[in-house]
Structures are given as structure tokens and as C-alpha cells.
């Protein structure tokens, strides 16, 4: 959920090969919606969830019936004041939830909403049931990204900025804001935990199946850092990966993770192109796919490994896209 244009000079790292995918399929979005943030998967069923510009999660149902709306998080929505905001006026009124994650075993799927805050939906669907606002008496500016360790039930989220709301991401930008928190929610105890503060631009989380580790993204500092969550030295940090503007990162088999990010222009050398990137636990590249002949310079905000596919989302699109390596 970031600008639509790349437009700022940013330091370029080596990446590994560029891999371009042999087909692409877009899955499209209803008429009125537009804006598809981050993405979250049934186990087994190819059924998946999705926050849209609107304030609406869409949950879809395969290639028959397709989306259906399924929840919201803004405690007085209103359909026909809300369908079909644009992705660059968010309001308030209506929400917008960015990321989400659902817990298989339970099927409560956990939201960041950028307004409202913390919550989560039971398999139902509805009004989330927000359940937390504020950390350490610092209320929630901007909630973004959100992953649950799925053997505890436990659950990591992103503030991106302590400062500013969605509606002042710019602003963040332009002053380079460092203050996002990394936060969790202990489900046993129902109460969050700030772990980790002074995060420039936190966009996305992701924590390795035995939550030894999480993995940060900076976006408006373009890195990507490591924060151990045990061990001998709980807490402490190392900048693992610069790519530029690195966004949600998800876990995928054998301790990796697939990073939404970008590369510099080799034509340009001033703008940027939207990349999905698998990386390890070190942040060491081992796959790197450009997504610019479906996307040109438009960002993407998550790219997310399911059934040997990768399913691409972007807050400036009206579709999810799909990749067959």
C-alpha cells in the first residue's frame, strides 16, 4: 500500500537472476472493488481471503462463484457510502484492511485494519471483533501487516508508524519516520507485547515455523531486518536484506520467504520495478521473478506461495494476479 509511481533514487544491491514466469492469469476483482493488499489462504481448498480499498475482506471461492463479501472491520460501514472507494482516498468511515492471516486449526482470521486497528473474524465472517487499539498507551496509527504461527496460535503485526496514518504515508516518507513497532498477540493471554520499536516504514512480518525469529520489512528505509524472538539474545536485530521498498513478506516451505520489494530501473536508474524475491532466514536471494510485464512500475505488496503458484497483490490493481513458474 504504497505510492503508485517509484520515484525516488534508492541504493542498488546485486540481486541474483531475474526469473521471468512462463504464464500469468489474472483473477478479477468485482466491478466496484479495486486495491487487493495482502492475501490469506485456506489450507488444501485454493479458497483465499482479501482486504480491498473499500474497507470490505472479499473472501474467493474459485473460478465458479467467485468473491463474496465476507467481513469488515469499521464499526459503522455503510455499503453504499463505502463500495467502491478508491485506493488513494481511503476513509475512515469505511476502513481498510491491509494485511491478514488466518489460523488453520481455530479458522479465525486475524486483520490489521489501517483505522480501527487489531481484530479478528470468526469463520462467519461479519464486523471483526477489534481486539486491540493501542500498546503500551501508544494508540495504532497505521496497522499493517499481520502472520500467526500457526503451532502456537500466536500472532505478529506491524505498526508502520506511531506518527502517521495511512492517508499521511507520504508525509512518513518524505521525513523518513522510524517509528514503527513490531507487535504480538499472545493468544493465550489475549495481550499484546511491543518487541521491537524504532522500525523505519514497518510494512510486512513473517516468523519461522519454530518462532525462533522474525523477519521485518523497512520499507521507507529499504531493508529488511532480523529480530530474534529466543535464544541466548532475545531481541537483538541485524539488517539481513536491502532490496528497495521491501513490503509484506510471507513464509513458505523449508524456512523461506517470499518478499514483495522492487529493483532498480537498469534503463532509468531512477525508478523502480515491482519484484517477488524468496529469500532465507539470513535474508540470503535464492529466486527472484520481475514483475514488470504485468505490472510496469506499479508496486506489488504481496507475493504469497500457494499450490506451486505464486499469487501476487497490489493496492493500485483491481485483480490478484497469478504466476506459473
Not at 64 to 86: E, W, Y
Not at 293 to 318: F, H, T
Request: glycine residues 8%.
Amino acid at each position: 500500500m504504497w505510492p503508485i509511481f517509484f520515484t525516488l533514487i534508492f541504493h542498488f544491491c546485486s540481486l541474483s537472476a531475474v526469473i521471468s514466469a512462463v504464464s500469468f492469469t489474472r483473477i478479477q476483482l468485482p466491478t466496484n472493488a479495486t486495491g487487493p493488499e495482502a492475501l490469506a489462504f485456506e489450507l488444501g481448498t485454493g479458497t483465499f481471503y482479501t482486504g480491498v480499498a473499500d474497507g470490505r475482506i472479499l473472501r474467493y471461492q474459485g473460478a465458479t462463484n467467485r468473491f463474496v463479501d465476507f467481513g469488515f472491520a469499521a464499526p459503522n460501514r455503510s455499503k453504499s457510502v463505502c463500495d467502491g472507494t478508491s485506493t488513494s482516498n481511503p476513509n475512515p468511515v469505511c476502513g481498510r484492511v491491509l494485511g491478514l492471516a488466518l489460523h488453520h486449526r481455530t479458522r479465525r482470521l486475524y486483520v490489521c485494519d489501517a483505522f480501527f486497528g487489531f481484530g479478528v473474524l470468526g469463520p462467519s465472517g461479519g464486523r471483526a471483533a477489534i481486539l486491540s487499539t493501542a500498546a503500551d498507551g501508544e494508540p495504532y496509527r497505521f496497522c499493517n501487516a499481520v502472520h500467526v504461527h500457526q503451532q502456537t496460535g500466536n500472532v505478529y503485526f506491524t505498526d508502520t508508524s506511531s506518527v502517521y496514518g495511512i492517508r499521511e504515508l507520504e508525509t512518513a516518507i518524505s521525513v523518513k519516520d522510524s517509528t514503527g513497532r513490531l507487535l504480538k498477540y499472545d493468544v493465550r493471554t489475549e495481550q499484546v507485547t511491543v518487541l521491537f520499536r524504532n522500525l523505519s516504514g514497518a510494512a510486512g512480518v513473517s516468523v519461522d515455523e519454530n518462532e525462533r525469529f522474525a523477519l521485518v520489512s523497512e520499507f521507507i528505509a529499504n531493508k529488511t531486518r532480523k529480530i530474534r524472538l529466543r535464544g541466548r539474545r532475545p531481541l537483538e536485530s541485524e539488517i539481513v536484506n536491502t532490496q528497495p521498498t521491501p513490503d509484506n513478506i510471507k513464509s513458505t516451505r523449508f524456512d523461506n520467504f517470499w518478499l514483495a520489494a522492487a529493483r532498480v530501473d537498469p534503463v532509468t536508474k531512477s525508478s523502480l520495478l515491482p519484484i517477488g524475491q524468496r529469500i532465507n532466514g539470513n535474508g540470503n536471494v535464492l529466486q527472484t521473478v520481475n514483475l514488470e510485464p504485468w505490472y510496469g512500475n506499479k508496486s506489488v505488496s504481496e507475493v504469497q506461495e500457494y499450490a506451486s503458484k505464486l499469487y501476487i497483490a497490489s493496492r493500485l490493481v483491481d485483480f490478484v494476479g497469478v504466476l506459473l513458474k
